[in-house]
């Protein structure tokens, strides 16, 4: 399994960056797939999931309104579309996969909840300059 992260780079605040999620060696549209981000010394944190099948959405309290993530089932990609962005953003991104569990164990993973996803990717970098 490979998840490859794509569209990250610096962009000034109140910008708009796209993040792309390609992953292979899966049944893409059997698996949840979630964005994730970690800043120098501070902890992961969630940002945004979209469920299989039904196309459920969760996002983190600190990017709500601002984030919108969607899936092409047809080119295994999610996408995660980030506007207004703020200097607080700046991050690595990762995107993980998951298909264990509901979609409420998955989702709580957003809000910092203590459940893992099975494949992760290798990030991409978000610099928002103030």
């Known amino acids: 399994v490979q998840l490859v992260e794509s569209g990250g780079g610096l962009v000034q605040a109140g910008g708009s960056l796209r993040l792309s999620c390609t992953a292979s060696?899966?049944?893409?549209?059997?698996?949840?797939i979630g964005w994730f981000r970690q800043a120098p010394g501070k902890e992961r944190e969630g940002v945004s999931c979209?469920?299989?099948?039904?196309?459920?959405?969760i996002y983190g309290d600190s990017v709500k309104g601002r984030f919108t993530i969607s899936r092409d089932n047809a080119k295994n990609t999610v996408y995660l579309q980030m506007n207004s962005l703020k200097p607080e953003d700046t991050a690595v991104y990762y995107c993980?996969?998951?298909?264990?569990?509901?979609?409420?164990?998955?989702?709580?993973?957003?809000?910092?909840?203590?459940?893992?996803?099975?494949?992760w990717g290798q990030g991409t970098q978000v610099t928002v300059s103030s």
């Open positions: 979209v469920n299989s099948g039904d196309g459920a959405t």
């Open positions: 060696g899966l049944v893409f549209d059997e698996y949840a």
């Open positions: 993980a996969a998951t298909l264990r569990g509901s979609w409420e164990l998955i989702a709580s993973a957003i809000q910092g909840a203590d459940y893992e996803y099975d494949y």
